[in-house]
């Protein structure tokens, strides 16, 4: 299983595996690209396995507008859970990851993508002072999803 619906899950299966690296990252993946198949490579190549943090359907609203996602958060989650570079996924309801991050039981590094300056990201204080690292994805091309449902509806 991938999927956790809930912290207390996740972290049960976290407290099994010392001696093993943990990344964190997070986002919408509401159409899922090759920016993000590169990012969850990235994660996976800084560790043993990868936990992504996916917003629910009301952040994203709140996050992207009244017009996303575009895909609700199970068909998210289940296109992501075939992703091979991810070992669990989680969705949150906050804006952002914060009280998420600071509920695992462990994260090692942290990863986000390189439209964030290291002081931006959300939860780096928090990982770096239980010893984690923070790592900074540089996108090999920019592909964004508010970039291709523009190409969409203007092509």
Do not use: W
């Amino acid at each position: 299983m991938k999927i956790y619906p809930n912290v207390e899950d996740l972290n049960a299966q976290l407290r099994q595996l010392n001696n093993k690296t943990i990344v964190f990252t997070n986002g919408v993946f509401d159409i899922l690209h090759a920016g993000h198949i590169d990012l969850l490579e990235f994660c996976k190549n800084n560790g043993d396995y990868v936990i992504v943090g996916i917003n629910d359907d009301l952040s994203v609203k709140r996050l992207k507008g009244p017009t996303r996602p575009v895909y609700p958060l199970e068909e998210r989650m289940e296109v992501l859970e075939a992703v091979m570079y991810t070992d669990f996924i989680i969705p949150f309801s906050e804006d952002t990851p914060l009280a998420l991050i600071k509920s695992l039981y462990r994260i090692d590094v942290l990863v986000k993508g390189g439209d964030y300056k290291p002081h931006q990201v959300v939860g780096r204080e928090e990982v770096e002072q239980a010893g984690g690292t923070l790592l900074i994805f540089d996108f090999k091309t920019y592909a964004s999803t508010t970039s291709i449902i523009d190409k969409l509806k203007n092509p």
